[in-house]
């Protein structure tokens, strides 16, 4: 095997992982949060707790993406169209990975946490 054909693999496995990583996390998540419901009949804090823990799969799944796609893209002859598709591409994936970060922790980035652990959006 040549060194593309070996990138390329290397490349599709973390996109694979990526995938995974988000499939078992969404079916876990559910899986915790509807146990929580038989349990307790009703669950808020679980609701969102299954919800950030759905939010944690994506991310990490997004991020194995973007290095997939990042090295795939290293294989292949780099021409403006295929690095200006990558760049998209991140593009997208750095901004659903912003914004899930911010649906997950209610606070933006460059905000600390209160002393109760909550913040809010302001």
Known sequence: MD???AVDVVGGTIEGLGIAVIVVGVIASLARYGASLVREGTATDDYRAARQSIGRSILLGLELLVAGDIIRTVVVDPTFTSVGVLAAIVAIRTFLSFTL????????PWQAANDTGDATLS
Request: no cysteine.
């Open 101 to 108: 970060e911010v649906e997950i922790t209610s606070r933006w």
């Open 3 to 5: 060194i593309d054909g």
